[in-house]
Nanobody, 127 residues
Framework: QVQLVESGGGLVQPGGSLRLSCAPS????????MGWFRQAPGKEREFVAA????????YLADSVKDRFTISRDNVKNTVYLQMNSLKPEDTAVYYC????????????????????WGQGTQVTVSS
């Protein structure tokens, strides 16, 4: 079982930046694709970004692709979500997830494909 721990959330003003991190505690999955999802109050969980196990390919939701970047450091077994130009509508709990998927095309992966999930970290964008 892989346990994922997110960090880096917090309160930020509109236009600000945050960097979220996700690292496993205990067992790792270096060949897992990794994703970030978010869930705002009263809304369903939605896809934000994903990165292939190799790090060669990334995929971001249209709503964030010009502002967010996903990356991974396979030496540190850590995945990052750099969030710039944050908007109030980005306010949500952000979840990290791992997927035993060795392909490079992440566009068709959906939440139920992901095998492990973190507990989430709150991001609040407000003045």
């Amino acid at each position: 079982q892989v346990q994922l721990v997110e960090s880096g959330g917090g309160l930020v003003q509109p236009g600000g930046s945050l960097r979220l991190s996700c690292a496993p505690s205990g067992r790792t999955c270096s060949t897992c694709a990794m994703g970030w999802f978010r869930q705002a109050p009263g809304k369903e969980r939605e896809f934000v970004a994903a990165i292939s196990w190799s790090g060669r390919n990334t995929y971001l939701a249209d709503s964030v692709k010009d502002r967010f970047t996903i990356s991974r450091d396979n030496v540190k077994n850590t995945v990052y979500l750099q969030m710039n130009s944050l908007k109030p509508e980005d306010t949500a709990v952000y979840y990290c997830a791992a997927d035993h998927f060795l392909g490079e095309d992440l566009r068709l992966r959906v939440p139920r494909d992901y095998d492990y999930w973190g507990q989430g970290t709150q991001v609040t964008v407000s003045s």
